[in-house]
């Protein structure tokens, strides 16, 4: 695991300060104040255990970027600070191969560190595809996209880029030169959109035209956005870093939306989101339980609601484990939901009634006491293609199993 971050600062209060920044980051900093601390520590590890380096480009045993020099010929992604923003510094930082410069201009920086980081971690499964006809352009690309640790393709035109979205899923931005081959590059943007919205794909035209006009096309085609030759390295990256940190938003906000605040299960709607987009008609054979813990406020009035909250997190998490390859939601309060598509009443039985066991052979601690929990369950097993009619069969067989005893499972076959 790439969890170690060599820090390399003159300065003991900006060593304090990024390595409090790398721990944020949920990384481990290892902190050197020259270049020959730096290289002892880094030989106290093996390489293979660093994400990166951030490195400062003066001190005192290294006066001209040759601690730069180290981190790089180790192959570390290596992130350089300067006190300094002089163009002679700015042009020698630039000219090796950096993942990003920053200059100690103001407090922002470390606000910019601190994502630059957490994304090197992110990257390592983000998909970039580089589609341009001429392969030195394309070469130029991939060489500066993987000193960040993406997951690079290439293709020379359209057909070869559409093969490799169909079979890398994980590609989340495409890059894409003026000329490429089959199509137009602003057709095949229009194209692209048909299938992938902004929010999933991001791409980028890169234009050599000295006219706007290009730029426009590319944007109105569909591109997230444009650059223009010639571009300095910074600005790649930073139009880079910005298009995938707005997919990350719009990730976060839909997962906010779709899932249950306290248990992290999907919540009510993304439920029926979910089963509706899988089947234009449900399947014949199908099962829908309803589970609720059995005298559950008895739980919050004896031992708290934080403790009422602890089980529920604790049967959501028995939950995610025991079907996770089926749709289950927290429907709200105590009360889960479970679809068991291409399930015979019999097979879903079976796998409720051992949950059902789980569950009740628990024992739950929490702030030192022991808590058990049962559940009651409705399951229906009725051939319909409304999932609002499976509820309903399903609740009213959940009040049967609570009218019966609790802690057990009412089921019928229709």
Request: charged letters at 25%.
């Amino acid at each position: 695991m790439q969890k170690k971050v060599l820090v390399v600062e003159q300065s003991a209060h900006s060593l304090s300060l990024m390595s409090k920044l790398v721990k944020k980051a949920g990384l481990q900093p290892v902190g050197a104040n020259s270049l020959s601390e730096a290289e002892y520590k880094f030989r106290q590890s093996m390489p293979e255990e660093f994400l990166c380096a951030v490195v400062d480009y003066h001190l005192p045993d290294a006066k001209h970027g040759e601690a730069l020099d180290f981190a790089i010929n180790a192959y570390l992604p290596t992130i350089a600070v300067t006190d300094n923003n002089d163009t002679n510094t700015r042009n020698a930082v630039l000219a090796r191969q950096v993942v990003d410069y920053i200059p100690k201009e103001n407090g922002q920086i470390y606000d910019y560190l601190s994502r630059l980081l957490a994304r090197l971690e992110k990257n390592k499964v983000v998909g970039v595809l580089v589609v341009d006809s001429f392969r030195h352009s394309r070469q130029a690309t991939v060489s500066l996209l993987k000193r960040h640790h993406f997951l690079i393709y290439e293709a020379a035109g359209a057909e070869e880029a559409v093969e490799a979205l169909d079979l890398h899923s994980h590609i989340q931005l495409i890059i894409i030169g003026d000329s490429i081959e089959d199509a137009p590059s602003t057709d095949f943007i229009s194209n692209l959109r048909k299938e992938y919205s902004t929010e999933e794909l991001a791409i980028i035209g890169v234009s050599d035209s000295e006219s706007g006009l290009l730029s426009a096309h590319y944007i109105k085609s569909g591109a997230n956005d444009v650059l223009r030759k010639p571009y300095c390295y910074e600005e790649f990256m930073c139009r880079i870093t910005q298009n995938l940190e707005l997919i990350d938003n719009v990730n976060v906000i839909r997962e906010a939306a779709n899932k249950d605040f306290l248990t992290g299960l999907p919540n009510r709607r993304h439920f029926f989101y979910s089963v509706n987009h899988s089947f234009k008609n449900l399947p014949a054979k199908q099962a829908l339980a309803l589970l609720d813990l059995d005298f559950f406020k008895l739980i919050n009035d004896t031992y708290g609601h934080d403790a009422g909250d602890y089980v529920l997190k604790h049967v959501a998490k028995l939950i995610a484990q025991a079907f996770d390859d089926v749709f289950v939601a927290r429907f709200g309060g105590e009360e889960f939901c479970i679809y068991l598509p291409l399930y015979s009443a019999e097979k879903a039985y079976t796998r409720l009634e051992m949950f059902r066991k789980l569950v009740e052979g628990s024992v739950i601690v929490f702030d030192n006491t022991e808590i058990t929990v049962t559940t009651s369950i409705g399951l229906s097993t009725r051939p319909s293609h409304n999932i609002e009619a499976l509820l309903s069969d399903a609740d009213k067989l959940l009040y049967e199993a609570k009218a019966h005893g609790r802690n057990q499972i009412c089921v019928r076959d229709e």
